[in-house]
């Protein structure tokens, strides 16, 4: 536990998923999702990217055997609107200060989210054409309490749609998403998955309660094609349990 805090501090210094400011312009060394700078190099890109090499406790995982747990329920309190941003490596949406997640006596305040297409995580070695991270931190001692929620096409979905319609087609530009429910890219159950990991991207620091919803939420074809048509493939390929346990909500 001691080291898990220790490395929160290193990496919080660094840790572009929470940069508030200017996201853009704040990434380190240039990563990418295939070739040089692709997720098998991102190790050797800077030496702030140690853990996404060395690390033990990476994500993403492949979610299967996972064990039967009594976990508290996840309760979110989230405000509407925002900023949509495209970063360069996905979009995201910048949130207004004060949106929360508690899971038991665990409270973290939503930083902000976006996606990835295909899904980062696996459900038994099955991928699904999107997910949603929702990033918050815990003020308390500096974790992120990330919860993914996974996406399948189907019917619309109001708060995906006006997203949708709203992302930037090009890196660096953002626009304002006032009238944005995030609850609305909630499943109606929020049953889910938990255990230890990282950042999916570099630092890939090992930070991270991660919280994977069962349920997937559906959305219209034709939005995840316009997510597609920026983003075709921004998933980091799943990495080894190394031994941790995954939890399952009961
Ligand atoms: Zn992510």
């Not at 309190?77 to 997640?101: D, F, M, R």
């Not at 899904?119 to 038994?124: A, C, N, W």
């Not at 990282?198 to 309660?209: G, R, Y």
Request: aromatic share 8%; net charge neutral; hydrophobic share 40%.
């Amino acid at each position: 536990m001691e080291r898990r805090s220790f490395l929160r501090g290193l990496a919080l210094l660094a840790a572009c998923p929470l940069c508030t400011k200017g996201a853009f312009a704040a990434e380190g060394a240039h990563w990418s999702y295939e070739g040089q700078a692709g997720p098998e190099h991102w190790g050797e890109l800077s030496a702030e990217n140690a853990a996404c090499s060395a690390g033990s406790q990476q994500s993403p995982l492949d979610i299967t055997g996972a064990i039967k747990a009594d976990m508290p329920d996840i309760r979110t309190e989230w405000k509407k609107g925002g900023t949509v941003l495209n970063n360069g490596h996905t979009i995201q949406v910048k949130v207004p200060a004060g949106s929360k997640l508690r899971r038991g006596d665990k409270i973290y305040e939503l930083v902000q989210y976006h996606f990835h297409a295909p899904s980062e995580h696996l459900v038994d070695g099955r991928h699904f054409p999107m997910e949603a991270h929702f990033v918050h931190k815990n003020e308390k001692n500096g974790a992120l309490g990330v919860l993914g929620v996974f996406i399948v096409p189907g019917a619309a979905n109001n708060t995906f749609a006006k997203l949708a319609a709203a992302f930037p087609a090009k890196a660096g530009e953002e626009a304002a998403v006032d009238d944005t429910d995030p609850s609305g890219l909630l499943p109606a159950s929020l049953r889910y998955w938990a255990y230890e990991g990282s950042l999916t991207t570099p630092p890939c620091s090992e930070i991270v309660d991660w919280m994977v919803a069962k349920d997937p939420i559906e959305v219209a074809a034709a939005d995840i094609k316009k997510f597609t048509a920026l983003y075709s493939m921004n998933a980091r390929p799943a990495l080894t349990t190394n031994r941790r346990y995954i939890l399952s909500s009961s």
